[in-house]
């Protein structure tokens, strides 16, 4: 079972701060925050991922709390294509496969 | 650099024949994984190939296998196939097993 607890839907007007929230209660010491997400019918796209300190790259910004039971996704400004599902994937550093919940659908409209 | 490419994009059979879909991982990557998404059971991880050798496997029926060949580039099979294979099936490759793996478009299979 996935080890992540996201909301199933979020909305955000185009040009806005989309702010997708992760709980991962029982992550390891070693366990890595992963996103992903997946536009309709195409593979899952890498989006970010991190341990304990905050990320940044040119998608968006990875927040992660000081006790790491629960992270923040941020696309800064965003746009009708980041109309997708988003995954949060917590897994440790040699685990084979990652384990997809439901996700989060993010709606963002004009 | 070419991302994962998977062979065909989109495939139709009848219940009761096989398929082989196939990927080409991205370049240097030596291990390839397959997923299975469908409406109901979302993304489930089927295998995992490292250096031509299966190194993990999901909870799917033995009619699901793979093979990875020398240059990396992998095949999955599905024999038998039940109206249930009808789905999105995904290939996703990375360098080592601590590193990210990147995902190919998939191939739609629609089992008639």
């Known amino acids: 079972d996935a080890k992540t607890t996201q909301p199933p839907s979020m909305d955000c007007a185009e040009g806005r701060a989309a702010n997708l929230p992760c709980n991962h209660s029982t992550i390891s010491g070693n366990e890595y925050v992963y996103w992903y997400r997946q536009i309709h019918s195409q593979g899952p796209q890498y989006i970010i991922h991190?341990?304990?300190n905050n990320e940044t790259n040119e998608m968006a910004s990875l927040i992660i709390t000081e006790d790491r039971k629960s992270s923040t996704l941020i696309l800064p400004h965003a746009t009708l294509r980041d109309t997708a599902v988003y995954y949060c994937?917590?897994?440790?550093?040699?685990?084979?496969?990652?384990?997809f919940g439901k996700g989060t659908k993010l709606s963002v409209k004009p | 650099k070419a991302g994962v490419t998977q062979t065909p994009r989109y495939l139709i059979k009848t219940r009761g024949q096989q398929v082989t879909l196939s990927c080409s991982p991205i370049s240097g990557h030596r291990s390839v994984s397959w997923y299975q998404q469908t409406p109901g059971q979302g993304l489930q991880f089927l295998f995992e190939y490292f250096s031509e050798t299966q190194r993990n496997k999901g909870n799917f029926p033995g009619r699901f296998s793979g093979r990875q060949f020398s240059n990396s580039r992998s095949e999955m099979n599905v024999s038998t196939l039940e109206l249930g294979d009808s789905a999105l099936y995904l290939c996703?490759?990375?360098?080592?097993?601590?590193?990210?793996?990147?995902f190919g478009p998939g191939t739609r299979l629609t089992v008639l």
């Open positions: 991190g341990l304990k």
């Open positions: 996703a490759s990375r360098r080592g097993r601590a590193d990210t793996q990147y």
């Open positions: 994937i917590v897994r440790g550093g040699s685990q084979g496969n990652l384990i």
